[in-house]
T-cell receptor, first 114, second 112 residues
Framework: SAVISQKPSRDICQRGTSLTIQCQVD?????MFWYRQQPGQSLTLIAT?????????ESGFVIDKFPISRPNLTFSTLTVSNMSPEDSSIYLC???????????FGSGTRLTVV | QKEVEQDPGPLSVPEGAIVSLNCTYS??????FMWYRQYSRKGPELLMY????GNKEDGRFTAQVDKSSKYISLFIRDSQPSDSATYLC????????????FGSGTRLLVRP
């Protein structure tokens, strides 16, 4: 299965600032996914990122708040913009290795906004 | 009503016990069913996946899917303290582009 490196692993940020999270995969993948896991909550899909096209956002998530880049088949970034304490969560990237199951996750970025 | 319901626990059992973790769901279109294990401060790790109904066994882990009841289970035999983690069920359907829908996770504590 794919190995995902995600960084930073954690950060504490001031409200109103932005943070960019990086996700590097050790193999080429078509689709990359960004999830949010709020404290005590399940994982919620933010958006799907395909190389060469605009990311597709889920209901409740917008590009201005969570811009995503996907410059090649092994890398993606998620930016959390104009942060507020409500954005404090774990953010995870995931890849789908060519099957409709078996998604692999990065170790996550634990974000605290103060 | 959530698409996937999972008891959050925590579930505390003695070492060696058989653990039963469960999820119910409402969308009959779900075809693929997964169980993930998540240790503290780590990303989810895929444990088991099954397609449609039936059982699947892998070592100490057995996954069961009952589509008629919209109910899935994960059994852990001879539980170990190292099994202490949060267990997340997830499922997907072809008609929703295989988007994963997760349960809220069950915290499991295996006491030595």
């Amino acid at each position: 299965s794919a190995v995902i490196s995600q960084k930073p692993s954690r950060d504490i940020c001031q409200r109103g600032t932005s943070l960019t999270i990086q996700c590097q995969v050790d193999s080429q993948v078509t689709m990359m996914f960004w999830y949010r896991q709020q404290p005590g909550q399940s994982l919620t899909l933010i958006a799907t990122a395909n190389q060469g096209s605009e990311a597709t956002y889920e209901s409740g998530f917008v590009i201005d708040k969570f811009p995503i880049s996907r410059p090649n088949l092994t890398f993606s970034t998620l930016t959390v913009s104009n942060m507020s304490p409500e954005d404090s969560s774990i953010y995870l990237c995931s890849v789908e290795p060519g099957h409709p199951y078996g998604y692999t996750f990065g170790s996550g970025t634990r974000l605290t906004v103060v | 009503q959530k698409e996937v319901e999972q008891d959050p626990g925590p579930l505390s059992v003695p070492e060696g016990a058989i653990v039963s973790l469960n999820c119910t769901y409402s969308n009959s279109a779900f075809q693929y069913f997964m169980w993930y294990r998540q240790y503290s401060r780590k990303g989810p790790e895929l444990l088991m996946y099954t397609y449609s109904s039936g059982n699947k066994e892998d070592g100490r882990f057995t996954a069961q899917v009952d589509k008629s009841s919209k109910y899935i289970s994960l059994f852990i035999r001879d539980s170990q303290p190292s099994d202490s983690a949060t267990y997340l069920c997830a499922m997907s359907a072809r008609d929703s582009s295989y988007k994963l829908i997760f349960g809220s996770g069950t915290r499991l504590l295996v006491r030595p």
